[in-house]
């Protein structure tokens, strides 16, 4: 069983930042691929970044240039340093990853508003 526990979100004026952050646990040696995703209300949940063990990554369109997603492998930990922030990224934002079985976390509010 795989546990992914988010942090990070919260109130945020637009053109400001956050970083959110995913700790990955369990019965795990590695995790290879894990990404971000959001869900704003009344809308479809959308990948906004992934990133391989390796390292390489993919950004949905509408974050490229802003939003940043890099790992820690030894800690088992992503994150996603989100600048420039704008209104529409309203939303929560959920950590995946798959081991085998598709892992979710449990959701953290990033609010974008003056």
């Known amino acids: 069983q795989v546990q ?3 942090s990070g979100g919260g109130v945020v004026q637009p053109g400001g930042s956050l970083r959110l952050s995913c700790a990955a646990s369990g019965s795990i040696v ?3 691929f894990m990404g971000w ?3 704003a209300p009344g809308k ?6 992934t990133i ?3 390292g390489t990554t993919d950004y949905a369109d509408s974050v490229k240039g802003r939003f940043t997603i890099s790992r ?3 800690k088992k930990t992503v994150y996603l340093q989100m600048n420039s922030l704008k209104p529409d990224d309203t939303a929560v934002y959920y950590c ?3 081991i085998f079985n598709h892992y979710w976390g449990q959701g953290t509010q990033v609010t974008v508003s003056s």
């Open 96 to 98: 995946y990853t798959y």
């Open 30 to 32: 590695s995790v290879n």
């Open 72 to 74: 820690d492998n030894a």
């Open 4 to 6: 992914l526990v988010e």
């Open 52 to 54: 391989s063990r390796r």
């Open 44 to 49: 479809q949940r959308e990948m906004v970044a």
């Open 37 to 39: 995703y959001r869900q």
